[in-house]
């Protein structure tokens, strides 16, 4: 008789074994990407992966220099399905300019993690460029549109990489992300409109298309939805304000679809 337990105890527990390592694929967890990577404090960003629907909180870092040094403010998530997680960018308040002598600037990248209700990280962490450190000189204006398909508040979005929108800037690249596959893309440049902004679909137009202002392109959104546009600014921009904002159309439709907008002052 102790054998035939012994026995039906060890079947149970390979059972369990087996059935959890038939779970475990399931509920592997990781975070991919920052929709956009970029904002200011109450911008909406999105994180993307897998098995992110126990995320309760995430976790902005960011280096904001002098004797404060960092600071990891947590925040509640608007709300959170198993493949993305939205959230407000949080205010740090303490920002000093970067460069600062002795390095006792701020760094503008930053970390964003997703936490469970227990404080644990799930997946891993994630870079963002915290506009709050450019802030009156940079700012991320309006709404993208939500991916036709798709759901969330900032789907088709903008960002900047090689530094910011300032006049010198010669290694500046725009560009488009999460637009539909083969869309074709324009970049419009020109001086910003009033809030609140007209919408545009599902999305808001910054640039004041009926004044003064220009359409670049078309780029062709790659197989991921982005499409990079190099964008050099001459030293001579210096003081010009400008408005910067993706308009893409859904290959094989009508619909016209918008990103975020980036107001700078060169």
Do not use: C
């Not at 993307?48 to 280096?63: K, N, P, Q, S, Y």
């Not at 991921?224 to 159309?249: C, D, E, H, K, N």
């Amino acid at each position: 008789m102790r054998t035939s337990t012994s026995s039906w105890t060890r079947s149970v527990a390979l059972s369990a074994l087996l059935a959890a390592l038939i779970v475990a694929p399931l509920r592997a967890q990781t975070t991919e990407r920052l929709v956009p990577e970029v904002g200011e404090p109450g911008d909406i960003i999105a994180i993307e992966g897998t098995g992110l629907a126990d995320t309760t909180h995430v976790m902005f870092m960011g280096i904001v220099g002098g004797f404060v040094g960092s600071m990891t403010p947590v925040v509640p998530v608007i709300s959170a399905t198993p493949t993305r997680v939205e959230v407000k960018v949080p205010a740090f308040g303490s920002f000093l300019p970067p460069h600062l002598p002795g390095g006792q600037g701020g760094q503008p990248i930053g970390l964003v993690t997703a936490l469970d209700a227990a404080g644990h990280p799930i997946g891993g962490q994630l870079q963002f460029y915290y506009l709050e450190i450019t802030f009156g000189d940079v700012q991320t204006l309006g709404q993208g549109s939500a991916l036709p398909g798709g759901s969330g508040t900032l789907s088709i979005s903008f960002e900047p990489h090689g530094g910011a929108p300032k006049a010198g800037n010669l290694a500046l690249q725009l560009e488009l992300e999460n637009a539909p596959a083969g869309a074709q893309a324009f970049l419009a440049a020109g001086l910003p409109l009033a809030p609140p902004f007209p919408m545009v679909g599902t999305g808001q137009l910054v640039v004041d298309l009926a004044s003064t202002s220009l359409l670049i392109g078309p780029f062709m959104a790659d197989g991921t939805g982005t499409a990079i546009m190099a964008a050099p600014v001459p030293a001579s921009a210096s003081g010009v304000t400008v408005a910067l904002q993706w308009f893409a159309r859904e290959p094989g439709g009508t619909k016209l679809l918008v990103s975020n907008a980036f107001v700078a002052l060169l």
